[in-house]
């Protein structure tokens, strides 16, 4: 039997498997990932001379300069186009709140005793959330830091307010990008497959989103 | 400039210890900037175009005598031209040589995050390394007297360097070299401290400048270039030179207690992922237990 290439999210696949993420979806996730490694990558250069070698991601430190806003702009725009596909799927459900009450036995690995989730649990609705709202800040105060030189002259204060904005913004996402980052490959066994080539099995979709899982089945009769 | 080089090791047929033995003279440098016997001739402007190999530019007129609005990347030295009216002293032309201040607390290099693109050395110069400038401008955030400017085109950023190259070589500086009313001195700190206060002691007591003083801002713990004014008590008429430079609020934050903040909340989150692998370790599914729902 040949398959499509193209499979729609929550197709029930013969071997077990169901599909979590359209290639769309993957295509875009990576996008913004890349686009993201890379910006943070030159932005923490810029932040701590300790971490100034990392500039050389860029080529050298004055292109890196160069890169980062443009880089930054790719961000964005990915995080646009991953808004269109999932901002009402991120929108809170009333389940959420059971959920987030009970995080700590996600945290311990209790998840037996946790409220089932949807396709996206509480946590990686607040993750989607703190990077869509930081890449708005992170536009808005990066457009500014660009272009210093065409500021009026009697305005070049507020580059000293907006920068550390930019950098406080950048390190809030950092910290969440460090929990996204050890979930997906170590916390969460089989996460990172499901979004590299969007297959979990159905146990996976079954213990860790239930709602979604049950969701599906109930189409696929 | 003296140096260690130059200090005395031993002298011929003199009895006893060396007199001035291991001893040398300040290394810091210091630029004196005498407002009161300046003439506006801006001969050290051209002077500083010559030394440092830039084009002379038009010039704009602005019903002053000043050349151009503001110094430029590739104009560095600006004689701020200002007419002052008082009850006291009547009608006044104010000319005030504006550059690079060489701060002993500097602002730009307190901003600047590229490795090595400023330096400050021992004898108090502040220079740009152009080759590691990146073109970020946070030098021009962190200045309180709008000194470095950026080069659009090579995406540098330049200001006056004090001659370090002359100043490196035991010469003064080309403004210094160019003044023809002698209202520019040049040497150590010390000694252009107790210059600029004689002259302003002669100013007390020989003329009707009664407010005049020494501009050496202690906000960015002193300058390397220093001013004898009519008026130390407001220096913003002089081209608005800042009466109390302080390096912005903001910068100094951002620099220390944000960095410091950042940097622990990252090396936290680090270890607290880690250790939570290996407390809790991964998430393991059942496979039996599972599947029906």
Known sequence: ?221 | MPNEAMQVKAISAHPGPVPGGNVSRDYDVCKLIDTTTCIGCKACEVACLEWNGYEFRETTFDNTYQTMPDTAWNYWNLIRFNEVESEEHGLQWLMRKDQCMHCAEPGCLEACPADGAIVQYKNGIVDFNQENCIGCQYCVTGCPFNIPKFNPETKKVFKCTLCSDRVGAGLEPACIKACPTGCLHFGSKEDMKDLAERRVAQLHKETSYNKAGVYDPEGVGGTHVIYVLHDAENPEKYGGLPKNPRIPLMVSFWKHPLKWLGNVGLVFGIAGVLLHYVRFGPKVIDKKEEKKP
């Not at chain 1, 186009?81 to 209790?110: C, F, G």
């Not at chain 1, 996204?180 to 969007?198: D, Q, S, T």
Request: net charge positive; glycine share 8%; with cysteine.
């Open chain 1, 1 to 221: 039997m040949s398959t499509p290439t193209i499979l729609r999210e929550g197709t029930i696949l013969p071997e077990g498997q169901v599909v979590r993420y359209t290639f769309e979806e993957r295509a875009c996730h990576w996008v913004n990932g890349v686009t993201y490694l890379f910006c943070m990558l030159t932005g923490l250069a810029f932040y701590s001379p300790y971490l100034y070698w990392m500039s050389y991601v860029g080529g050298s430190p004055a292109t890196a300069r160069t890169l980062h806003p443009w880089v930054g702009v790719f961000f964005f725009v990915a995080m646009l186009w991953m808004h269109t596909l999932w901002k009402v799927q991120m929108a809170s459900i009333p389940e959420d709140q059971q959920w987030k009450d009970n995080m700590k036995y996600y945290i311990e690995n209790r998840d037996e005793l946790l409220p089932p989730a949807g396709r996206f649990n509480a946590g990686q609705k607040l993750f989607y959330w703190v990077m869509y709202y930081a890449a708005i800040i992170l536009l808005l105060t990066g457009v500014v830091m660009w272009f210093p030189e065409l500021m009026p002259r009697n305005l070049h204060w507020l580059l000293t307010i907006i920068i550390p904005i930019h950098a406080a913004a950048a390190l809030v996402t950092i910290g969440a990008f460090i929990i996204h980052i050890y979930m997906g490959i170590l916390m969460v066994p089989g996460g990172l497959k499901g979004i590299a080539y969007g297959r979990v099995s159905e146990e996976w979709a079954a213990h860790h989103h239930r709602l979604w899982y049950e969701k599906i089945k109930k189409d696929s009769r």
